[in-house]
T-cell receptor, first 112, second 113 residues
Framework: DTAVSQTPKYLVTQMGNDKSIKCEQNLGHDTMYWYKQDSKKFLKIMFSYNNKELIINETVPNRFSPKSPDKAHLNLHINSLELGDSAVYFCASSFSRETEAFFGQGTRLTVV | DAKTTQPNSMESNEEEPVHLPCNHS???????IHWYRQLPSQGPEYVIHGLTSNVNNRMASLAIAEDRKSSTLILHRATLRDAAVYYCILRDRPHNYGQNFVFGPGTRLSVLP
């Protein structure tokens, strides 16, 4: 059973489109995260959600919006996609009171 | 944003021990030291963490300097499957959920057969 699953694994789309990446965790964790890994391989935190409340929102364009329908899901919506959005996006989850985070396998987004 | 510094890359021979260093001179008293690794085309995975004392688990050992300004991840016998990017990161005490994992560039470990 996959602990943190993301769909789709690959996403190719044109500039200006709106797309979503889904993330689900079956670990019962109360905190979920989205990370972006660019071509230079730096992992940068984008959002984190704890108990359905956004607790950290880094300097991310407002074209990116996380949506959490329930504690097990944190989806990432991206509007008006730009070339610079091309990257691998990772979802993760953890217990807020514990230290280990579990990551999904990533979604490779390519904007053409 | 990363508060740690690591060598960009290291090499090791298979079945030999590997010592991956990390400097964190600005560490605060409540920061935990975490290590994650990222295998090719996969998401990061947890390796080990510690606060003050050395730690051991089935994957690795973590040696923490007495002043806590540096630490070393020890892989006792490197295998080809250990080739990955290893990240040393700091995170505040667990119940402060406002703190997130901030990853630096990490150390790319190559394991030679």
């Amino acid at each position: 059973d996959t602990a943190v699953s993301q769909t789709p694994k690959y996403l190719v789309t044109q500039m200006g489109n709106d797309k979503s990446i889904k993330c689900e965790q079956n670990l019962g964790h109360d905190t979920m995260y989205w990370y972006k890994q660019d071509s230079k391989k730096f992992l940068k935190i984008m959002f984190s959600y704890n108990n359905k409340e956004l607790i950290i929102n880094e300097t991310v364009p407002n074209r990116f919006s996380p949506k959490s329908p329930d504690k097990a899901h944190l989806n990432l919506h991206i509007n008006s996609l730009e070339l610079g959005d091309s990257a691998v996006y990772f979802c993760a989850s953890s217990f807020s009171r514990e230290t280990e985070a579990f990551f999904g396998q990533g979604t490779r987004l390519t904007v053409v | 944003d990363a508060k740690t510094t690591q060598p960009n890359s290291m090499e090791s021979n298979e079945e030999e021990p590997v010592h991956l260093p990390c400097n964190h001179s600005t560490i605060s008293g409540t920061d935990y030291i975490h290590w994650y690794r990222q295998l090719p085309s996969q998401g990061p995975e947890y390796v080990i963490h510690g606060l003050t004392s050395n730690v051991n688990n089935r994957m690795a050992s973590l040696a923490i300097a007495e002043d806590r300004k540096s630490s070393t991840l020890i892989l006792h016998r490197a295998t080809l499957r250990d080739a990955a990017v290893y990240y040393c990161i700091l995170r505040d005490r667990p119940h402060n959920y406002g703190q997130n994992f901030v990853f630096g560039p990490g150390t790319r470990l190559s394991v030679l057969p």
